[in-house]
């Protein structure tokens, strides 16, 4: 199985994705011009002891190295002050890397540090996470939460190069590695109905991560990723489609406190609420409908809210959704299976049932 | 005397410098397409007294008001935090814009909250100090401060417009004052010879504050900057010789921990030692130097770093500034009066004795 290679050509940076085996140990997978006395590993406890060691290795040692607590509740400004007072007490300058190792949390993390240290600083996404491969290590979006809400601080800043892994994903957690694949399906979803029926087809190889066709299935995720980013970098319009299943997503996160469900979860569950009001709109046939949410319960990802989250709770949290202008909540909606569109003038009463719907199907 | 009106051609966001009396209470003068309800204007205590109400004039009253405390060390993490957590609470979404009212603080401050929050949304400088309306102001440089050093943690975000009201300038403090005037003293040495001797010539009107010698000078230093903004957004070359005075000056306000000095009387000490060195290298005329610490100290300006500050402590602060590339000390001297150069090649003696001569100066 080869090395796969999907170029981002951001206005602002272009830069590889690489995806394949055994990236990490190999120096001459890294952008060349590093100079190991001026990088440094950022990572956190859990991860570092799996990999942290190949990265050592690729450059012959010696690295710095900064590791954070693990989980998302540290991707704050705390943390993040805490990294560049690091920096700062190391005497680097504006000329120095860091190489973010581990998931998403890592990666937005380390890539907000790095744009604002000394006004920007280059880094390097090492995603060691499903869902960091295939979403948040692509396209420059870097954030930090603020107890109300979640990535509400941050910047546009893109890596210098993305190294993808997938010998990483051995490791990772079932749950994980299923709200990885969410991200994947929303793909599918948004952009690509081939995309769509091919995982559904595959369902079983990937619940087995096949090697071979999860390559396919980061590759073809980064693709769809990459041209909207590219078109798109600063999220002007095609690139809030990225967004579908987030914002009943991030309700969902924000009223469980960003704990218990993972963030692949939460979107998982999101899109079938999305894809359920579309329905109700009249966009999307309904067998549509019972088809995804098949395939989200047969891939063990949630189909509906948390027992405790009532309707007039999770339009609360949307209101507070950052995508929303002039007070409207802004909605990624499905025109059919492979076709997303954002909405900001559908009948309210959609939403409303949808929320009904959903929040009262449980306990 | 007239409105005058200088253009800032930067590649991601042109926008006009506006400068004369009386431009806070007009409507007319700030960017048409502002919705009030979606502005909140920053400032602090002590300004906000004074000419608040002006820019609620202008818009017919309601705007939201943000007040930080006064002083550097409010240019903090934590301040900017407070500021979006506000931001939140108000339930304030990409489409809100910060008008900065204010110092250098507080433009700094404002300005990297907008950068950050929800990765970057509007704002407007309206600079209350001589210092912030030739400088700080303009060229979308904003900043946080850390223990470790001053401006460490910031970003490039230009303004949509900045308005430098003339009359604002009447209640600054004279030391205040004088710190801005060591900044337009800047441009007319790194840049300008006519502009520095011209400054020399009008040296009393200028202290005497004459509104029509003030709007040329604010105007003339503008354009300077204006010009280095536009040829080198990001500070890739030729804008770091807007950091004359710098390299030196910040080293005396760590020592002082950006105490008991201004930022403008370290830039006035830190151009006489740039100019000291570049006399030392032969570089620049002996005399010149001379004619500079005089001008300095007619206009009360101070010429020596203050007590205390050895020159290994000055060295090892000027080692932590984040201008310096791989460990160099970088600094800009002046190959002749208005023409200024950074060097990382210099003799490293001719940096030595003039430490000594400086930082021997005084009791």
């Not at 570092?48 to 050592?56: G, I, K």
């Not at 400004?77 to 680097?92: F, I, K, N, S, V």
């Amino acid at each position: 199985m080869s090395l796969t290679r999907v170029d981002v050509a951001t206005p602002s940076r272009p830069y590889p994705i690489l995806i394949g085996r055994g990236l990490l140990a190999e120096r001459a997978h890294y952008p060349a011009a590093l100079d190991p006395a001026r990088c440094v590993i950022v990572s956190n406890e859990t991860i570092a002891p799996l990999y942290l060691e190949r990265v050592q290795q690729a450059f012959g040692g010696g690295l710095r190295e900064y590791l954070m607590p693990d989980g998302e509740r540290y991707k704050s400004l705390d943390t993040c002050a805490a990294l560049l007072d690091y920096l700062l007490e190391q005497r680097l300058g504006r000329d120095c890397t860091l190489l973010a190792l581990g998931g998403g949390v890592v990666g937005d993390l380390t890539g907000f540090a790095a744009a604002i240290f000394q006004r920007g600083i280059r880094f390097v996404q090492l995603p060691t996470t499903l869902l960091a491969q295939v979403d948040s290590s692509v396209g420059g979006k870097t954030a930090v939460n603020r107890p109300l809400g979640k990535n509400m601080v941050g910047a546009f800043h893109q890596p210098i190069a993305v190294l993808a892994d997938t010998d990483t994903l051995g490791t990772l957690p079932q749950r994980e590695f299923l709200a990885g694949l969410a991200e994947v399906l929303k793909y599918g979803l948004l952009g690509d109905a081939d995309f769509y029926h091919w995982i559904r087809r595959e369902q079983a190889g990937l619940l087995a991560r096949d090697p071979a066709l999860l390559q396919q299935a980061i590759e073809q995720s980064c693709r769809h990723k990459a041209a909207i980013v590219a078109a798109d970098e600063r999220e002007a319009g095609q690139r809030a489609l990225l967004n579908l299943g987030h914002t009943f997503g991030h309700a969902i996160e924000a009223h469980l406190q960003y704990r218990d469900w993972l963030h692949g979860e939460a979107v998982a569950c999101g899109m079938l609420m999305a894809a359920a009001m579309s329905a109700r709109l009249g966009w999307l046939p309904g067998d549509e409908v019972a088809r995804l949410r098949e395939l989200l319960h047969s891939l063990g990802l949630p189909v509906a809210p948390p027992a405790g989250l009532t309707p007039a709770a999770m339009l609360e949290h949307m209101r507070g959704d950052k995508k929303n202008l002039g007070g409207q909540i802004r909605l990624v909606l499905l025109d059919k299976i492979g076709q997303a569109r954002v909405v900001s003038d559908y009948a309210a009463q959609a939403l409303e049932d949808t929320l009904h719907e959903f929040c009262h199907a449980q306990g």
